[in-house]
Nanobody, 118 residues
Framework: VQLVESGGGLVQAGGSLRLSCAAS????????MGWYRQAPGKQRELVAS?????????ADSVKGRFTISRDITKNTVLVSLQMNSLKPEDTAVYYC???????????WGQGTQVTVSS
């Protein structure tokens, strides 16, 4: 089992970033996947998810600005998050995982930092 997130960085408000995640392991190829974020002092929240069939769901705070997509190879899921019209409140560490991942009991990657300046 491995989760590797990348693509974060510093961007001005209104800018765009594309996050990528390589999730290796059968649990990921057989599950719906999601992108989560955790801002300083706040709880980790699910912001976007995608089922194996490609159905997507978004938190109200990112709807219309973020787009999640996925591609499955033999034993790896590549999950992307296109983030447009970024706002300072999008600043957080972003993680990918299954859409039902438990913060305490499930494996998590290191995440990727997104910082949006005003």
């Amino acid at each position: 089992v491995q989760l590797v997130e990348s693509g974060g960085g510093l961007v001005q408000a209104g800018g765009s970033l594309r996050l990528s995640c390589a999730a290796s392991g059968s649990i990921f190829t057989t599950s719906a996947m999601g992108w989560y974020r955790q801002a300083p002092g706040k709880q980790r929240e699910l912001v976007a998810s995608i089922t194996r069939g490609g159905s997507t769901n978004y938190a109200d705070s990112v709807k219309g600005r973020f787009t999640i997509s996925r591609d499955i190879t033999k034993n790896t899921v590549l999950v992307s998050l296109q983030m447009n019209s970024l706002k300072p409140e999008d600043t957080a560490v972003y993680y990918c995982n299954t859409d039902r991942a438990n913060l305490k009991y499930d494996y998590w990657g290191q995440g990727t930092q997104v910082t949006v300046s005003s």
